[in-house]
C-alpha cells in the first residue's frame, strides 16, 4: 500500500481528532443549535459524496451494461444499507438527544454508548475513501487522485465538528480532558482501518469496483437518513439544520467537481 493510499486513509482520521481537540480550548459542551447545525453540514457532506464520489461512478464503470448499468449500483446500494441496518442492530449505541439505546441490550455507561454510536458511522465513511483510492490504484479512469483527494478532505471536514460532538460531552459527564481527547480520536479509528480493508478487499476483486463503491453509498445514505436527519431536525428552529445540510451538500459537491 502506497503513501498516498495511506495519507488519503489516514486525512478524515486526523479531522476527527482535530476535532476532538476542541475539548482542550472550550470551556462548555457545544450549544444544541450548534450541534444541529453541524449535524446538518455532516449529512450534506455524506449526501453529495454518496452521489457524486460513489454512486455516479459507479454507474461510469458499468457502463458496458447499457441500460441496465444502473444494476450494480442499485445492488451494492441495498447491500450497504442491509449491512448498517445489521450493525445497528447488533452494536449497543446510543444517539444524541435520546434516552433508549439501540442495539442488543448491553449495560454500558451513556457516554460509551454515544462513543460507540459515531464510531457505528465512521465505518462506511472509511470505507468509502478506501474504496475510492482503491480505484485509483487499479488504475480507472474514473477515479482520479483529486477525486479520491477531494472525498478525503470532504470527509474529513465533516469529521472536525463530530471529534467535537463525542469528545465535549464526554468531558462534561465528568472525564478528564485527555480521556475526552482520547475517546473522540478513538471513534475515527475505525475509519482508516476499514479504509484499508476495503483496499484490500478491493484490490482482489477489481470487477466488484462498482458494488463496493455503491455499497459505501448505501452504508453512508443510511447513517444520513437513520440518525443525522433526525437529529439536525430535532426541536426549534430546524431550519438551521437545512441551510447547514444544504452547505455542507454544496462544498462537497464543489470539491468533487475542482479537485476531480
Known amino acids: 500500500m502506497d ?4 495519507t488519503g486513509l489516514l486525512i478524515p482520521f486526523a479531522g476527527t481528532a482535530a476535532g476532538a481537540a476542541c475539548v482542550f480550548f472550550m470551556k462548555h459542551e457545544l450549544n444544541q443549535m ?36 444502473f444494476l450494480p449500483a442499485a445492488i451494492g446500494f441495498w447491500c450497504g444499507i442491509l449491512f448498517l441496518l445489521l450493525l445497528d442492530s447488533v452494536i449497543p449505541h446510543l444517539h444524541m438527544d435520546t434516552d433508549k439505546a439501540e442495539g442488543l441490550p448491553a449495560h454500558m455507561a451513556r457516554t460509551t ?10 465505518i462506511p465513511e ?10 485509483l490504484r487499479s488504475g480507472s479512469s474514473l477515479v482520479t487522485s483529486g477525486g479520491a483527494l477531494a472525498l478525503a478532505v470532504g470527509i474529513a471536514i465533516q469529521n472536525f465538528p463530530e471529534g467535537a460532538i463525542i469528545s465535549m460531552p464526554l468531558h462534561g459527564a465528568g472525564k478528564s480532558k485527555v480521556s475526552a481527547f482520547a475517546g473522540g480520536v478513538l471513534s475515527g479509528a475505525v475509519e482508516p482501518v476499514f479504509g484499508a480493508l476495503t483496499v484490500i478487499a478491493a484490490g482482489m476483486i477489481v470487477p466488484a469496483m462498482p458494488y463496493l463503491l455503491s455499497f459505501a453509498a448505501g452504508a453512508m ?29 454544496t462544498l462537497m459537491m464543489a470539491l468533487d467537481v475542482a479537485l476531480g
Open 3 to 6: 503513501m498516498q493510499i495511506i
Open 34 to 69: 450548534v450541534q444541529r447545525s453541524l449535524t446538518g453540514f455532516a449529512a450534506g457532506v455524506m449526501t453529495a459524496a454518496s452521489v457524486w464520489s460513489l454512486l455516479i461512478p459507479a454507474m461510469d464503470q458499468a457502463e458496458h451494461l447499457g441500460r441496465l448499468s
Open 113 to 122: 454508548l454515544m462513543l460507540l454510536a459515531v464510531t457505528l458511522h465512521n
Open 126 to 135: 472509511g470505507m468509502a475513501v478506501g474504496v475510492v483510492y482503491a480505484g
Open 221 to 249: 445514505i443510511y447513517v444520513v437518513v437513520e440518525e443525522l436527519v433526525p437529529e439536525m431536525a430535532a426541536g426549534e428552529h430546524s431550519n438551521i439544520g437545512v441551510l447547514a445540510f444544504s452547505a455542507g451538500f
